[in-house]
């Protein structure tokens, strides 16, 4: 009888030691709370407890891309006592620089409703490089963002110039073709002290970087600067509207880079490119910015000839003599 008694109270503990916790917790943190524009940060929300949760489908920030890019479960056995969690991860891709403020979250988790705690996000801008600047060749990323599927940049074939030289400028555009890409406002060249005349498309052809096709557009224009001194031209700046899938509910069957728009490791596997009727597609507005160049200007020699009227360049002229 005694040993019986034992042998019900000793299973009682072990029943009680393997209980699982009574109300599910959940937290919040980022693998860093600094980074630089186009540099991802990682996103964990920590679930711990009993029951199935449900995460926030979308975390939307104005700045901000975030997507979500799986779960992991753990099981803990300490001194008899079971615990469980699950943790969501996304990743974070700033567009721009500044502090964010990423709100807390809500998360539904064994019939109850948490909030994970509010957290601070700082970017800054990437040094030595613009946003929408044209891709390098040879190095090729492995994540792919929304700015590489356009590009703009602007080319100046001379360093030096004359107050009041005529200076020739070429814009190019490249927009990825799958984009459908729609110009709201075409491009234009920031900055001071010069005049510039109005731009004229030249040309159109097509471009591979770095794996990648590239539809690119010529502007040509020309620049006179108003004073002598050293000169950032550009950047040079548009806005345009481009064409991508829409998120899936569906899991994929095999990983992808959260920012590979277009699966761009196999760049027709996408139903949406294969098939535009397979999926509806959504517009998003992109802002393209070129690197700006520099441009010293130099005053004009003096001692100039009573004759002279302001026209600085190489010239052509032709005449015919009868």
Request: proline share 9%; no cysteine; glycine share 8%.
């Amino acid at each position: 009888m005694g040993r019986a008694f034992l042998i019900g109270i000793t299973a009682g503990i072990f029943a009680a030691g393997f209980a699982f916790a009574d109300s599910p917790t959940t937290t919040a943190v980022l693998s860093s709370s600094e980074t630089v524009v186009g540099e991802t940060v990682e996103l964990q929300i920590k679930v711990t407890g009993p029951g199935d949760a449900r995460p926030p489908e979308e975390i939307s920030i104005d700045g901000l891309e975030i997507h979500g890019t799986g779960q992991s479960r753990q099981f803990e056995i300490h001194n008899f006592s079971t615990s469980s969690s699950v943790t969501y991860n996304y990743t974070i891709l700033p567009l721009r620089a500044g502090k964010f403020t990423i709100p807390p979250q809500i998360v539904h988790a064994g019939g109850s409703l948490l909030r994970t705690p509010e957290l601070t996000l700082n970017v800054a801008d990437s040094p030595g490089r613009s946003s929408n600047a044209r891709p390098s060749r040879g190095t090729q990323s492995q994540s792919v963002r929304a700015s590489d599927l356009v590009f703009a940049e602007l080319i100046v074939p001379k360093k030096t110039a004359y107050v009041g030289e005529i200076v020739p400028v070429q814009i190019q555009m490249g927009f990825d073709p799958r984009v459908r890409p729609r110009l709201i406002e075409p491009p234009e060249i920031t900055g001071q002290g010069f005049t510039a005349q109005k731009l004229q498309e030249s040309g159109q052809n097509s471009e591979t970087i770095n794996g990648r096709p590239y539809d690119v557009v010529t502007y040509k224009t020309a620049i006179t600067a108003a004073r002598a001194g050293k000169f950032e031209l550009g950047p040079v700046k548009a806005k345009a509207q481009v064409l991508v899938p829409r998120a899936r509910s569906a899991p994929r069957t095999r990983s992808r880079s959260p920012f590979d728009l277009f699966d761009l490791d196999d760049p027709f596997s996408d139903p949406f490119f294969s098939n535009p009727f397979a999926q509806m597609g959504e517009r998003r507005e992109v802002e393209i910015k070129s690197e700006p160049v520099a441009l010293e200007v130099k005053p004009l020699p003096p001692n100039a000839p009573p004759s002279f009227s302001g026209a600085i360049g190489n010239f052509t002229m032709t005449t015919d003599a009868k």
